[in-house]
Protein backbone atom coordinates (compact mmCIF):
# COMPACT_ATOMS: atom_id res chain seq x y z
CA UNK A 1 0.00 0.00 0.00
CA UNK A 2 1.05 3.48 -0.73
CA UNK A 3 0.22 6.25 1.25
CA UNK A 4 -1.57 9.05 0.00
CA UNK A 5 -0.49 7.69 -4.19
CA UNK A 6 -1.61 10.09 -6.71
CA UNK A 7 -2.02 10.04 -10.74
CA UNK A 8 1.37 11.27 -12.20
CA UNK A 9 -0.50 14.49 -13.68
CA UNK A 10 -1.70 15.84 -10.14
CA UNK A 11 1.87 14.93 -9.24
CA UNK A 12 3.02 16.74 -11.63
CA UNK A 13 0.95 19.73 -11.30
CA UNK A 14 2.23 19.95 -7.38
CA UNK A 15 5.70 19.45 -8.65
CA UNK A 16 5.16 22.59 -10.67
CA UNK A 17 3.08 24.27 -8.13
CA UNK A 18 -0.10 24.53 -10.03
CA UNK A 19 -1.78 23.83 -7.37
CA UNK A 20 -5.05 25.30 -9.03
CA UNK A 21 -4.72 22.79 -11.68
CA UNK A 22 -3.73 20.19 -8.78
CA UNK A 23 -7.16 20.87 -6.87
CA UNK A 24 -9.10 21.12 -10.71
CA UNK A 25 -7.79 17.31 -11.00
CA UNK A 26 -8.58 16.18 -7.40
CA UNK A 27 -11.88 17.19 -7.39
CA UNK A 28 -12.38 15.34 -10.71
CA UNK A 29 -11.55 12.16 -8.94
CA UNK A 30 -13.94 13.10 -5.78
CA UNK A 31 -16.77 13.96 -8.05
CA UNK A 32 -16.19 10.36 -10.04
CA UNK A 33 -15.83 8.27 -6.64
CA UNK A 34 -16.80 10.71 -3.64
CA UNK A 35 -15.88 7.43 -1.20
CA UNK A 36 -12.25 7.54 -2.21
CA UNK A 37 -10.91 8.87 0.98
CA UNK A 38 -6.92 9.47 -0.32
CA UNK A 39 -8.12 12.03 -3.50
CA UNK A 40 -10.02 14.18 -0.23
CA UNK A 41 -6.49 13.74 2.34
CA UNK A 42 -4.47 14.49 -1.12
CA UNK A 43 -6.69 17.76 -2.11
CA UNK A 44 -7.07 18.96 2.05
CA UNK A 45 -2.75 19.07 1.09
CA UNK A 46 -3.10 20.92 -1.50
CA UNK A 47 -5.23 23.36 -0.07
CA UNK A 48 -2.88 23.39 2.59
CA UNK A 49 -0.48 24.42 -0.01
CA UNK A 50 -2.65 27.42 -1.15
CA UNK A 51 -3.43 28.29 2.62
CA UNK A 52 -7.31 27.97 1.86
CA UNK A 53 -7.79 26.17 5.55
CA UNK A 54 -11.21 26.26 5.56
CA UNK A 55 -11.49 23.79 2.13
CA UNK A 56 -8.10 21.80 3.49
CA UNK A 57 -10.23 21.42 6.45
CA UNK A 58 -13.13 20.38 5.11
CA UNK A 59 -11.43 17.76 3.28
CA UNK A 60 -9.67 16.28 6.26
CA UNK A 61 -12.73 16.13 8.05
CA UNK A 62 -14.55 14.12 5.03
CA UNK A 63 -10.99 11.67 5.37
CA UNK A 64 -11.70 10.97 8.60
CA UNK A 65 -15.90 10.02 7.99
CA UNK A 66 -14.96 8.32 5.11
CA UNK A 67 -11.96 5.95 7.33
CA UNK A 68 -14.66 5.08 9.93
Known sequence: MQILAMSAAVRNACISRDLDFAEELL?????????????????????????DWNKAFHDAQKVSALRL
Open 27 to 51: TQEIETDPDNYISYANRAIVMARKS
